[in-house]
């Protein structure tokens, strides 16, 4: 085994057109008990060279995270231009290889948020750089302004694709096979026109296309300057053993594949779609398309963390060698923020970053655990970046510093530094100085109610509330130019009248779609998370998948504290900046989307906010 892990470090560099990165990855895992090890590693890797068409070593698999591009196409996981652009630096913290930061022909927001993480990019010469990529349809102006966005990037990949199924052909593009071959033939190339070095292609639909077409459009877009191949198999329709042979058969008989990297996409309708990647890229995909949580389009794509720790954990017995670049330590930080983000909750068992993905609660497992944590582990939680606070020697208090509390939080997969350093730390003193034993599960509510936030329009400065035979509540909010508003109201029990409080100075009419309290401690003085869903009554929409109705779109937000109205409180307020922001923008891009404001009149929120 030793042999074959040294071979990754002793590849040559590669004369690329692109500028060298050698960037020390992760060590190489060895297998003691199907358990993976650091202790015995024996060298580090070398992220290979970036050549847009060609990876110098065959063994290593590059990670394509598309959750800012089908990740957002979740119902209601619709995300702020700053929340995008936390997710990408995290994404590079993570080592992704490739980012899709969105589709920049969508919408002036999508547009400019890919720019924006183009421009985080630009500079190659700081630690490892991602690919930024935008997709785009087969036509002139969605490929242009894809290259728009992305081209400030140091490395920029226009993605583009189009439909090659029969019934996609004939009833979506109405188009005929030949003229699909030709759009897609003459797309590829203008986007190569443009000075675009990376494209990449993907017959949508490939799972159901016929397999000769495949070949035939496959070879032209490869004459016609394509770089990368992905195969999508859009609605999650194969078995894994298909999908495999999928990519078998396209590697064998597509002319020119050779020079082009091959690359999986996989839905999750059958709930398939990380065995597919598996599958795909044990049968010779060097490419896999990903995303955080496996968030995506209808029941979502394959996840990221699970195919990493698939690859890392069984890549050297299973999958001849196979290996990423991933920095799995970072998959934890990587997950919550995107679950906060996107408002889309992990179930407790969802593998890898699920609440009990690490938990043993029965007696034979827990025994088997206290003998030999090899026994029901086959992941050690600190791989991912979880570490549980009996494992740690720092014990935070009310004494404690910011440099306790960073160690402590990088510890549990965070790392937070500067204003969001120092806001978390007066709340956390704030609690501190009220609670005796601060546990991890309060840091991470208070992470998430500090840091995980959209840009403040409205903030919650104090609530109050009291009891006169009805429920009464005062709420004292401060809008982002300064100005104090001081509202009160009665309702059916104090959280209900805090938020017909909220209500009486945002003037938004909103709907309470959901909300769920948590306590994520325990006693008394645990802290409670909410969690709501609201959705605008005159406000941003999306289009309805079925109806093709506009319906207004929801949006959530999250807030901790040990008080459980304050804690209501704040995330109402939240799910309400949010919704704020997309109105603001709406507006900037077309007065005529929303009559929001000449309705409403409420001057405070015309103030233009740049997410
Ligand atoms: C499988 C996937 O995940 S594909 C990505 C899906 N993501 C999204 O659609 C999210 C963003 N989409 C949007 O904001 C909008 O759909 C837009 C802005 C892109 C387009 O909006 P509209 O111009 O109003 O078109 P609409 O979405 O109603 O219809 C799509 C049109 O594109 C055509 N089209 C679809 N795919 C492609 C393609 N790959 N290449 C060229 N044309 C295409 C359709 O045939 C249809 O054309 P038609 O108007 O001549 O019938
Ligand atoms: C745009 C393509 C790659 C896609 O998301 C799909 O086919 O699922
Ligand atoms: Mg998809």
Redo the contacts with the bound molecule.
Sequence with gaps: MASSICKHAAIAPSPAAFRSTKIPILPVYLFRNGRPSTAAACCSLLRPHYIPNHIPDPNYVRIFDTTL??G??SPGATMTTKEKLNIARQLARLGVDIIEAG?P???DA?FEAVQLIAREFANVDSGHVPVICG?????KR?IQRSWEAVKHASKPRIH????TSQI?MEF????TPDQVVE?ARS?VAYARSLGCQDVEF?P??AGRSDREFLYQILGEVIKAGATTLNI?D?VGYTLPAEFGQLIADIKANTPGIENVIISTHC?NDLGLSTANTIAGAYSGARQVEVTINGI??RAGNASLEEVVMAIKCRGEQALDGLYTGINTQHIVMASKMVEEYSGLRIQPHKAIVGANAFAHESGIHQDGMLKHKNTYEIISPEDIGLVRSNESGIVLGKLSGRHALKAKMLELGYDIDGKELDDLFSRFKAVAGNKKNISDDDLVALVSDEVFQPQTIWKLEDVTCGSLGLSTATVKLIHTNGDEHISCSVGTGPVDAAYKAVDLVVKVPVTLLEYSMSGVTEGIDAIATTRVLIRGEDSVTA?HAYTGESVNRAFSGTGASMDIVISSVRAYVNALNKLLGFKNRLKTEDPNKSKWEEEGGETAFVTSSIY
């Design positions: 591009r089908d957002e196409q589709f022909a969508s919408s999508d997709l785009a349809r087969c036509n969605d583009t694709f189009i439909a996609h979506k593009l109405k188009m759009k797309m993907s949508e639909d999508p859009t839905q995506g389009e289009t």
